[in-house]
């Protein structure tokens, strides 16, 4: 297949060579030209809810320090430290007074600001301290309690970048006035297969579902939402936003009874209202799943667990190598919700998006 100066693409027949999903080449590519541009989502402000409290993720393949510096504020600093360079921070979350290196103990308060070297009378006297600070990524934002971060300091605001996927972004992530919370630390796990494999099936890829997932499709609780959902498959469509972002809307089968499958708790609803406007609300309680991708490597679904409520994941296609990638797996609940209702949604989350989920 040759159409462009790689041969990977032929966007003429809608043709991706399978050497885009397994090259060295090409990874190196998409972390320089989407990667270090792209705003990238690294974790929820309900994860580090307290002044100190921080998160270690990747940004690119920069490992980065996701923290809370202020009550108002979230930092994201590279992960290195300014003297040779040790990695600073070796745990995967926590709550800190300062950051310090374990080579040679220099000291960083937690908004990246170097504190002290330990020996900084052995400096020159025209030393300047206060340039020598963790990095930070010159872009941070957050979009309904979503944190994302963006290396490139010329990138659009993220509300631009997200586009009209932002709407539905509100309708999962903003529907009661609380707004949603994490309910636990999220899975993470490695998997030797491209980045793009999870990013593209959760932005179109539906008709893998009932093949690849035939395992709780037979699951009893499973049953008959599952034949519902395959005879009435027409019934879906496909939302693609000119930034690249998508989702798949799967509608309640007609005939089918809403009972069945309006989960959301009954004290909830009135909050759904106060939140979102009348279409948002609409769509949510007629939906049955909905699943989608924020460019590049961001997913997200909120569909039936068995016959209990409804759970929304967070997944995360982080790339390692052109034939590895990590991926991580929050999930969440309103924050309003009843610790019950948030135990079950839990429960379900992992049980079909964990690592040792059943669609796994
Ligand atoms: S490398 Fe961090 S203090 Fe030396």
Request: aromatic fraction near 10%; charge should be negative.
């Amino acid at each position: 297949m040759k159409s462009d100066a790689t041969g990977w693409v032929d966007k003429e027949r809608g043709l991706v060579s399978r050497e885009a999903f397994v090259s060295e080449e090409v990874y190196q590519l998409e972390i320089e030209r989407i990667f270090n541009r792209s705003w990238i989502y690294l974790g929820h402000e309900t994860e580090i809810p307290a002044v100190g409290d921080y998160v270690v993720r990747n940004l690119g393949n920069a490992p980065v320090i996701v923290v809370r510096d202020t009550p108002d504020s979230v930092k994201v600093l590279l992960n290195s430290c300014r003297h040779r360079g040790a990695k600073l921070c070796r745990a995967d979350a926590g709550n800190t007074k300062n950051f310090v290196c374990p080579f040679h103990g220099w000291a960083y308060e937690i908004d990246g600001a170097l504190r002290t070297t330990g020996f900084d009378h052995h400096f020159r006297d025209d030393t300047d301290f206060s340039a020598m600070g963790l990095i930070p990524a010159p872009n941070v934002e957050s979009f309904h309690g979503l944190v994302f971060a963006c290396w490139d300091k010329d990138a659009v605001p993220l509300r631009d970048y997200l586009g009209d996927i932002g709407w539905y972004l509100e309708t999962f992530f903003k529907r009661t006035p609380g707004g949603m919370e994490v309910l636990a630390p999220p899975h993470r796990w490695r998997t030797k297969a491209n980045w793009k494999i999870g990013s593209l099936n959760f932005i179109g890829d539906s008709q893998h579902s009932p093949t690849t997932h035939i395992g709780p499709s037979t699951l009893d609780a499973a049953r008959t939402i599952r034949d519902g959902f395959r005879k009435h498959g027409q019934d879906s469509f496909h939302v693609v936003t000119d930034e690249g972002h998508g989702c798949t809307l799967t509608y309640l089968a007609p005939g089918m009874p809403e009972k069945n499958y309006l989960t959301h708790p009954e004290a909830l609803k009135p909050l759904y209202e106060e939140s979102l406007n009348t279409d948002q609300v609409s769509m949510l309680h007629h939906l049955r799943v909905c699943v989608g991708t924020i460019f590049p490597n961001m997913s997200f679904i909120e569909s039936q667990a068995g016959a209990g409520e409804k759970a929304l994941i967070i997944r995360l296609w982080h790339p390692v190598s052109g034939t590895e990638m990590e991926v991580l797996s929050w999930v969440f609940a309103e924050k309003e919700a009843d610790q019950g209702y948030k135990d079950r949604v839990l429960r379900n989350g992992f049980h079909n998006f964990g690592a040792a989920g059943v669609f796994e």
